[in-house]
């Protein structure tokens, strides 16, 4: 695996870690793809509850870690919550940067303002309170973003 390969999957929301996060500002960048005369891509995954009975793939991480991938790991509140010991080892790894995706999993441009703000607060604090990290990016559910999401 060639180190300077990385995968863009979804899209991706700068956060700027300052008091200036959630004020009311126009919205943040939206990341769709980096360069696209670049052999860069981003990896990134979602932690997030599922129908699933494991949720969870340890192979995937281990292997991750094993060969030395770097990746973004976009964790919703719920998540953390329901998983704090996973989401620590995660944002303890060097490799991984931790992201936001949001408290519930909702279609965000169906909410309101202040729902929108509620999950995204939400789950930052949930995130640094559990692991110590402030996230800087966030990815909102289902791909589902416009300007006042962002």
Same mark, same amino acid.
């Given at each position: 695996?060639?180190?300077?390969?990385?995968?863009?999957?979804?899209?991706?929301?700068?956060? /700027?870690?300052?008091?200036?996060?959630? /004020?009311?500002?126009?919205?943040?960048?939206?990341?769709?793809?980096?360069?696209?005369?670049?052999?860069?891509?981003?990896?990134?995954?979602?932690?997030?509850?599922?129908?699933?009975?494991?949720?969870?793939?340890?192979?995937?991480?281990?292997?991750?870690?094993?060969?030395?991938?770097?990746?973004?790991?976009?964790?919703?509140?719920?998540?953390?919550?329901?998983?704090?010991?996973?989401?620590?080892?995660?944002?303890?790894?060097?490799?991984?940067?931790?992201?936001?995706?949001?408290?519930?999993?909702?279609?965000?441009?169906?909410?309101?303002?202040?729902?929108?703000?509620?999950?995204?607060?939400?789950?930052?604090?949930?995130?640094?309170?559990?692991?110590?990290?402030?996230?800087?990016?966030?990815?909102?559910?289902? /791909?589902?973003?416009?300007?006042?999401?962002?």
């Amino acid at each position: 695996m060639k180190k300077n390969m990385t995968i863009i999957a979804g899209i991706c929301i700068f956060l /700027a870690a300052s008091s200036a996060l959630f /004020a009311e500002t126009p919205g943040a960048p939206i990341i769709e793809h980096g360069p696209r005369n670049s052999k860069l891509v981003a990896i990134t995954f979602d932690a997030c509850p599922t129908s699933l009975a494991d949720e969870y793939d340890e192979k995937v991480v281990e292997v991750l870690l094993r060969e030395k991938v770097p990746a973004t790991i976009f964790m919703s509140g719920r998540w953390v919550e329901k998983n704090p010991e996973k989401a620590k080892y995660l944002a303890d790894q060097p490799q991984f940067e931790i992201a936001n995706h949001s408290y519930y999993h909702p279609h965000l441009l169906e909410k309101d303002d202040a729902r929108v703000l509620r999950e995204l607060k939400r789950t930052q604090a949930i995130i640094k309170k559990t692991t110590g990290k402030t996230p800087k990016y966030f990815r909102p559910p289902f /791909a589902e973003v416009d300007e006042r999401v962002a």
